[in-house]
């Protein structure tokens, strides 16, 4: 006799995610204990004090969370992307925005070992993994975003050196940083080039750690360059190089900003759920009416979309297969998707999804910047628009 079919136990779908191995399960399970433990009960004073302590980037580097990908002859682990991926995964369900590790990690380092001579290898890395120096890029200015060619900061040759001056803003990691690697005009029209400006230069000043609609654990700050007179060695690859730089460095930025939004994404759907099956009224569960239901499926529906897409281009990226153009795409459609998420979850959550306490609202207030930081949306659709119409 056949038996009764079981109803799947409640609960969100998930897709699975056979790209990951053992190691990297083991990997997961210890950088999961480690945000537990070191980051989620201390999250909301960092949030009240603007920024997170160093004391979490020295655990960090400790616990191996930190530059997953440096090799080891830098100090690094010398691990594929997928265990970078799992630290930024590991960060994002909890809604910790305050540790800017990624941009350490993902967007600084990379620099590094990419286009770094051995002494500024040697230099900076192996304290990059171990969280006793941290990194952050500086390419924003008050009046060039999306539009980097308006960057008015300026290094001219200065002796056998170079000195440095300009402001920057929106700079994550701000405050903390001991290493800014900073875009500047050089030479006559020679273009933008990217110079390593330690934290301690003289002539190198912090602005205000600014306020923000969210992320408020996450130091972004203005600073300041004034006349900063910087070694022969400050100078990252070519002179002139910078823009091909920032542009090598795009795919991997925006796979790990869409890789967060998926994480949180599936975070936000989770605690969604949870409040839908236990939120009583009009004598049943809120869960239990068809328009809350509907809402919960659409939301499912976009983030097992969401877990596909990003799976594969993970796939891709090991392969080294992944373009700027592909990036480019899932860097809008993941934070566009986290948007809606995040929209429809705090709107099931009624008065208490506004309420700061909630984690919701963290959710929701700290997604509404991925679709600007890193390229807005409409930059993001402008690069996949012309890559498939050609350019004259
Ligand atoms: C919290 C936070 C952290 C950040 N961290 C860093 C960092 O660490 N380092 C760093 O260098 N920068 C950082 N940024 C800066 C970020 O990358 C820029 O804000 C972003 O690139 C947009 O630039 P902008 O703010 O000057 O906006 P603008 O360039 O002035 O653009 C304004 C708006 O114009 C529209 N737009 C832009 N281009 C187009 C187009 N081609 N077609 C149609 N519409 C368009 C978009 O809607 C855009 O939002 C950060 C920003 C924030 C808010």
């Known amino acids: 006799m056949n038996r009764p079919e079981r109803p799947p136990a409640p609960g969100p779908l998930a897709l699975p995610r056979p790209i990951f191995e053992e190691e990297h399960i083991l990997f997961r399970e210890a950088a999961r204990r480690f945000v537990e433990a070191e980051i989620v009960p201390h999250h909301a004073a960092w949030e009240d004090a603007g920024v997170v302590p160093r004391e979490i980037w020295l655990r960090a580097g400790e616990a191996g969370l930190l530059c997953p990908t440096v090799p080891e002859e830098w100090g690094g682990p010398g691990a ?18 305050g540790p800017g590790f990624w941009i350490h990690s993902e967007m600084v380092a990379p620099y590094l070992t990419r286009f770094g001579s051995e002494a500024q290898k040697a230099r900076w890395l192996p304290a990059f993994v171990r969280g006793e120096a941290i990194g952050a890029v500086a390419m924003s200015e008050p009046g060039a975003g999306s539009d980097l060619r ?28 001991d290493l800014v690697v900073v875009a500047a005009q050089t030479g006559n029209g020679a273009g933008i080039s990217l110079f390593l400006v330690p934290g301690d230069a003289p002539g190198f000043q912090r602005g205000r750690n600014l306020r923000k609609l969210g ?61 839908a099956r236990e939120r009583e009224m009009f004598g049943q569960r809120l869960g239990d009416l068809q328009a809350a239901r509907h809402r919960l499926a659409l939301m499912q529906t976009e983030v097992l979309q969401g877990r596909a897409f990003v799976d594969s281009l993970l ?45 919701i ?32």
């Open 361 to 392: 609202a963290r959710f929701f207030a700290d997604a509404r910047v991925e679709r600007i930081a890193g390229g807005a949306s409409e930059v993001m659709l402008d690069i996949v628009g012309k890559a498939m119409v050609g350019r004259r």
């Open 315 to 359: 796939a891709l990226h090991l392969q080294g297969a992944l373009d700027a153009t592909m990036a480019a795409a899932a860097k809008y459609a993941l934070t566009e998707m986290l948007g809606r998420v995040a929209d429809a979850g705090l709107q099931l959550h009624g008065g208490w999804g506004y309420m700061t306490e909630y984690p």
């Open 80 to 97: 594929d992307f997928l265990c970078a991926a799992i630290a930024i995964e590991e960060v994002a369900r909890v809604g910790a925005s």
């Open 150 to 177: 308006g960057i008015r900061t300026r290094a001219s040759r200065h002796g056998s050196g170079w000195r440095l001056s300009g402001q920057k803003v929106f700079i994550s990691n701000g405050q903390l940083a």
């Open 215 to 275: 992320g408020h654990a996450q130091d972004t700050s203005e600073l300041f360059f004034d006349e900063v007179e910087l070694g022969p060695d400050a100078l990252l690859g070519e002179e002139g190089g910078g823009f091909s730089m920032l542009m090598a460095g795009l795919a991997r930025e925006r796979l790990a900003i869409a890789v967060s939004c998926q994480a949180k994404a599936e975070a936000v759907l989770e605690i969604s759920l949870d409040y």
